[in-house]
């Protein structure tokens, strides 16, 4: 497989929204699907977020759909200095991100990086890692790398 990420197979497609549960419900009415558990982003000396190279206590609020091959993630972010509270403050509801499943996380990062995309949030989750790639001058939605330990 070539291309920058060694995939092009997307696994997420992130949504910011203001008022999950209720997000959440329209969702799983549309779909006929139950509604998801909303969980908090780990505490701050877990997740170790960093959003634009400084740490950031901020925490958003989950809940994930699973899609056959694709899993739908709404995000409710807190107050505190990140992607999700900056792109929500500035373009409102929305598409966040695409992600994509992928090894070598400090490699993948160098390699955008080396193409002009810089490395806006990184953090920890329980079982792995992800960090948001401001992609979105090109392809007009942010990329986000997920590593699974």
């Given at each position: 497989m070539s291309g920058l990420l060694g995939t092009n197979v997307?696994?997420?497609i992130g949504i910011l929204v203001h008022d999950?549960?209720?997000?959440?419900?329209?969702?799983?009415?549309?779909f006929g699907m139950d509604v998801p558990p909303a969980i908090l982003?780990?505490?701050p000396e877990i997740a170790r977020t960093e959003f634009e190279g400084a740490p950031s206590p901020a925490r958003a609020r989950l809940a994930f759909f699973d899609m056959g091959?694709?899993?739908?993630?709404?995000?409710?972010?807190d107050e505190h200095?990140?992607?999700?509270?900056?792109?929500?403050?500035?373009?409102?509801?929305?598409?966040?991100?695409?992600?994509f499943q992928i090894a070598g996380m400090a490699e993948k990062i160098s390699v955008l990086e080396g193409k002009g995309y810089a490395l806006q949030q990184k953090g920890?989750?329980?079982?792995?890692?992800?960090?948001?790639?401001?992609?979105?001058?090109?392809?007009k939605v942010l990329v986000e790398l997920l590593e699974n330990d």
């Open positions: 997307i696994t997420q999950i549960d209720k997000t959440s419900r329209v969702y799983a009415d549309f982003t780990d505490a091959s694709l899993q739908m993630e709404l995000i409710e972010p200095p990140s992607t999700w509270r900056n792109d929500l403050n500035e373009h409102g509801e929305g598409v966040h991100h695409i992600a920890e989750y329980t079982g792995g890692r992800y960090a948001y790639m401001d992609t979105a001058p090109d392809l």
